[in-house]
């Protein structure tokens, strides 16, 4: 088992950036794949970037590439998603996920464990 809260969420302005992070407990981080999706009001839940057990693989949603690093702290049970060049349509709320086992990495049902999530809502 492990938990997951988020942070770093916040109101910016476009073209600002923001760190997001999230820690884990309950279990050793490392051993786990870790995504973050975001959600907008009244839309799906959709993949943003995830990176593997051993930090060496990243995957990123094409209108976030260049824009956005997904990395590893495992000495702190952390995941940092930084996201640079921050537009309108990346406000929501982004959210934690992370497995232990395999699996389709944009997949929603690939993650077991969630955090509760953190409002970024970027102003034009």
């Known amino acids: 088992q492990v938990q997951l809260i988020e942070s770093g969420g916040g109101l910016v302005q476009a073209g600002d950036s923001l760190r997001l992070s999230c820690v884990a407990s309950?279990?050793?981080?490392?051993?786990?794949?870790v995504a973050w999706f975001r959600q907008r009001p009244g839309t799906d839940r959709w993949f943003v970037a995830a990176v593997d057990s051993r930090g060496t693989s990243s995957y990123y949603t094409d209108n976030v590439k260049g824009r956005f690093t997904i990395y590893r702290d495992d000495v702190n049970n952390m995941v940092h998603l930084l996201m640079n060049s921050l537009k309108p349509e990346d406000t929501a709320v982004y959210y934690c996920?992370?497995?232990?086992?395999?699996?389709?990495?944009?997949?929603?049902?690939?993650?077991?464990?969630w955090g509760q999530g953190t409002q970024v809502t970027v102003s034009s």
């Open positions: 996920a992370a497995t232990s086992s395999g699996g389709y990495y944009r997949a929603l049902d690939t993650y077991s464990y």
């Open positions: 309950g279990s050793t981080f490392s051993r786990y794949r």
